[in-house]
DNA sequence: CTTTTTTGTCAAGCTGCTTGCCTACTGGCA
DNA sequence: TGCCAGTAGGCAAGCAGCTTGACAAAAAAG
């Protein structure tokens, strides 16, 4: 591996990474989603099976309590999602999903997969199921960072 | 492609993009250059042949001119670049890499080389050339965003 | 020469995060 | 049962990195 094959990989990585970011969220934002942030869509995806505490959405997002708490202060503005009384820890709030909540999550479901399949027309899909499990056996199962 | 094709696209794309740039970014900081931060790479890789203006590293950044401007006061407060006068445009200043900053460009190509490597011991070397060449059609040739 | 555009910077402000602190509540232990 | 260290989450303050708006100086267009 020659290094300036070293410097492409990172070059096509990121740039790859930041192109399916960015169409994913245009196309949840044409689906009328235009108050959401790429960001969201990670707390989306630890909020939707049955909603989390915050301390559970900090540990997933990889930022403080305080950061996970003043992104729910947001979500629940915009109506995405809701404080609910924890059932059994008096201390805890359970932060679920809105209607409107799970509506944006399809969009960003299907967004994606408009993605993959735009993807998939420019390599075929052999190839793509190829790239993705060679990129999962790369990619540490650690956190997702929502920095974009 | 099925949904959940899609789904695992994304995050083994991001999962293995984030792991790069730790990676990179761990080993400059491992090369002694502890106060760069991985943003600093992607203005390096703009100044590293013969320098730039503001205007160019703002537009190579997709940042505002000003942005560009504090990065510039950043790196040379640590020694990174310095502002020279422009050669032909009395408006511009010159902003080129110091003898330091030619060293952390070095460690970050020598950390990215190491990255590739670890993985085409993974991968092997012929299946992650693969999926560079993949990535590569996948990725418009639009500009590098640098938010990590 | 006059006018318009471009360049870089100063100033102010915004956003998303952090740290520090606090109260309410839990769960282990005597 | 009563006590107390540990945990959950919110308030307040602060910080880093970016933006917008305005400006003087220089270049380019007329």
């Known amino acids: ?52 505490t915050i301390s559970d959405l900090a540990a997933h997002l990889n930022v403080t309590r305080q950061a996970a708490s003043q992104l729910v202060d947001e979500l629940a503005a915009k109506g995405y999602v809701e404080r609910r009384t924890h059932p059994v820890d008096g201390r805890a709030r359970l932060v679920v999903l809105t209607e409107r909540g799970w509506a944006c999550t ?6 994606a997969a408009e993605q993959a399949r735009t993807w998939a027309g420019v390599l075929g899909e052999d190839r793509l ?8 056996r790369l990619a540490p199962p650690g956190r997702l960072r929502p920095v974009w």
Do not use: C, K, W, Y
């Not at 399809?106 to 967004?111: D, I, N, T």
């Not at 199921?129 to 999962?136: G, K, P, S, T, Y």
């Open 106 to 111: 399809r969009a960003a479901e299907q967004a």
């Open 1 to 52: 591996m020659r290094d300036d094959e070293a410097q492409a990989l990172t070059v096509v990585l990121l740039r790859a990474a930041n192109a399916l970011i960015d169409g994913i969220h245009a196309g949840v934002v044409a689906r009328g989603f235009d108050d959401s942030r790429p960001a969201h869509g990670f707390a989306f995806t630890r909020l939707a099976p049955d909603g989390a």
């Open 129 to 136: 199921r190829v790239l993705i499990a060679d990129l999962a």
